[in-house]
């Protein structure tokens, strides 16, 4: 098992490097688009938890270990909610940040650097939470 400090350190290698045209392939063909992904986690899914959770305009949604910026920023895009991306990268947020400015839902994307396992938010601050292919 990873510790947060390794987690930290592989992502942000990760993070680091420009996605190839080879990389871009794959998530089109995996995940149904280009929109940031760094797990598994399709279109479809991400549409499906928007359903389960019925998210809208004027709900408040925490994306945990958003990475880049999936699915928060393409689910505030296409249900209208406003989303609050955390991970631990600081390049992983600022990606997901120009991925949202890209798709012009910045008013409604913020973004913290924050631990899963310590989130610095109140409770009942959210309406809902989501995380894809997050294991901590
Ligand atoms: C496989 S990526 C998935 C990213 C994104 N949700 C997606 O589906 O493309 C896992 C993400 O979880 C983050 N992560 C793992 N452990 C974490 C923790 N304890 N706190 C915050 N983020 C964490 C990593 O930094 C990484 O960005």
Known sequence: ??????LR???????????TPGVLAVEREVCGANVGANGYTTIAQ???LARVLRLRPGMTLLDVGAGTGWPGVWLAGNYGCEVVLTDLPASALRAARRRARKRR?????????ASATQLP???RTFD????TDVLC
Do not use: M, W
């Open 9 to 19: 350190r592989d992502f942000k290698q990760r993070y680091g490097r420009r996605a």
């Open 121 to 123: 938010f109140r409770p």
């Open 128 to 131: 809902a939470i989501v995380h």
């Open 1 to 6: 098992v990873a510790t947060e400090a390794e």
């Open 105 to 113: 839902v910045s008013r409604l994307c913020r973004f913290a650097i």
């Open 46 to 48: 991400a549409g499906r």
